[in-house]
């Protein structure tokens, strides 16, 4: 059956609404995606039946909490395609993730001398962690070149990754530039140094199948927030074997095995990493969010992402003085555009369109080394989605043309 954004459309309560006396069109899907009502009700029938702590308790609540809970792991460890629950930890976001890695397992295994090789199309929570620990390791920090069209430079690839590095982080999508990396082929070359791999997945894991084992990637971080979930809930993904030798980042309740008066032990995996009371809530919210995920289909899901940014780029760029940013390709990329209009700065032009009930994201996108990279301070970013349809795309190009004439750029 053919995809139907429309019909789609019509399970997400927010996108019924009027902004600005205009029918509100939501192009902002990268920074957060809408909440089907699914995933709403899943939270609220949480709060309402079984609202208690995990693990804890042995009463009917905390064990139908305990239940939901470990069941949206098993549901996040299916949809990603891990081995085992144990390798499936919750954390706040992928942000959360990427420094729980950097700060337990970088530190174990970086010294000075060493080398950490990211990419400029990387966003800032895949570049801050790894900056600070070079700094405090004294071990060099690399970047993977760029290609003109805004695609991972495989060449440099192999130039930056040498003997010397035992950490490559890379995003599967570039945020930006809407790019899918071949992870699987650098992981490859990752471990062929005896490096580790980890991927900033926030971009990928909402728009299309991921399994992290054919990717044989070593840690895996995402956001629940990008992918239909609450906001707060994330997953870190990571090999067995690593975890295990792992420390903690965090300590308190709920990770411990057994507290002495000096010293104290770890609970096993995943527990050993989630101290405190966890975001129970967010976690079945995702997996609610997954749920419907998987009903849609993913692959259909990336492909409809496909078809509605093919139909949408060729408009974009017949656009006088609009450059649009990353693969000429169109078929190789997400559903994320991001654009400049002439001289015109992108949060005028983001406040222009928002007037006309349209959100798009302007600004650096937390990723200031590819701006530098492009000549731009900051750009204007359009990002598609599974409830966005053809006249969505019909209505931003209509809406841009009107900012243009509107800031006396005119109609060439």
């Not at 309402?48 to 305990?66: F, I, Q, S, W, Y």
């Not at 959100?359 to 590819?370: F, K």
Request: with cysteine.
């Amino acid at each position: 059956m053919m995809f139907q954004g429309e019909e789609v459309k019509k399970d997400f309560p927010i996108l019924n609404q009027v902004v600005n006396d205009e029918p509100l069109i939501y192009l902002d899907s990268a920074a957060t995606s809408q909440k089907p009502t699914a995933v709403l009700t899943a939270i609220e029938t949480y709060y309402k039946t079984a609202n208690a702590n995990v693990h804890r308790g042995v009463h009917t609540l905390a064990e139908r909490a305990t239940s939901q809970y470990e069941a949206a792991r098993e549901t996040v460890r299916v949809f990603i395609h891990a081995k085992e629950t144990a390798e499936v930890l919750f954390t706040r976001g992928a942000t959360t993730s990427l420094n729980w890695v950097a700060k337990s397992y970088g530190e174990a295994n970086v010294n000075e001398g060493d080398e950490i090789v990211i990419s400029y199309m990387e966003h800032h929570s895949n570049i801050v962690p790894w900056q600070q620990l070079a700094r405090k390791k004294k071990a060099t920090l690399k970047y993977i070149e760029l290609t003109k069209d805004g695609q991972l430079d495989l060449t440099s690839a192999k130039e930056q990754i040498t003997n010397k590095t035992k950490i490559v982080a890379l995003t599967h999508v570039s945020n930006v530039l809407g790019s899918i990396n071949p992870i699987a082929e650098l992981t490859q070359l990752a471990h062929s140094v005896g490096a580790v791999m980890v991927v900033d997945g926030a971009q990928a894991v909402p728009h299309m199948a991921v399994d992290v084992v054919k990717l044989d990637v070593d840690f895996y971080a995402f956001s629940g927030h990008k992918m239909l979930g609450p906001t707060g809930i994330g997953v870190l993904y990571g090999k067995r074997a690593l975890l295990e030798a792992m420390e903690p980042v965090e300590y308190g309740g709920e990770m411990i095995d057994f507290v002495y008066d000096q010293e104290s032990t770890w609970t096993e995996l995943p527990w050993k990493f989630e101290a405190g009371t966890p975001n129970i809530a967010g976690a079945i919210g995702l997996a609610a969010a997954i749920d419907y995920l998987n009903q849609l289909g993913m692959e259909k899901i990336h492909a409809y992402e496909i078809e509605l940014v093919t139909y949408l780029l060729p408009k974009l760029r017949a656009i006088p003085g609009l450059v649009v940013y990353g693969p000429t390709d169109d078929s190789i990329r997400t559903g994320v555009v991001t654009f400049n209009v002439d001289d015109l700065h992108p949060h005028d032009l983001a406040t222009a369109l928002d007037m006309q009930g349209i959100a798009v994201r302007a600004g650096h996108h937390c990723t200031q080394p590819l701006m530098r990279q492009l000549g731009a301070s900051s750009t204007a970013r359009a990002s598609i989605y599974l409830y966005n349809t053809k006249d969505d795309c019909d209505s931003l190009v209509k809406a841009i043309l009107a900012a243009k004439e509107f800031f006396n750029y005119g109609l060439n």
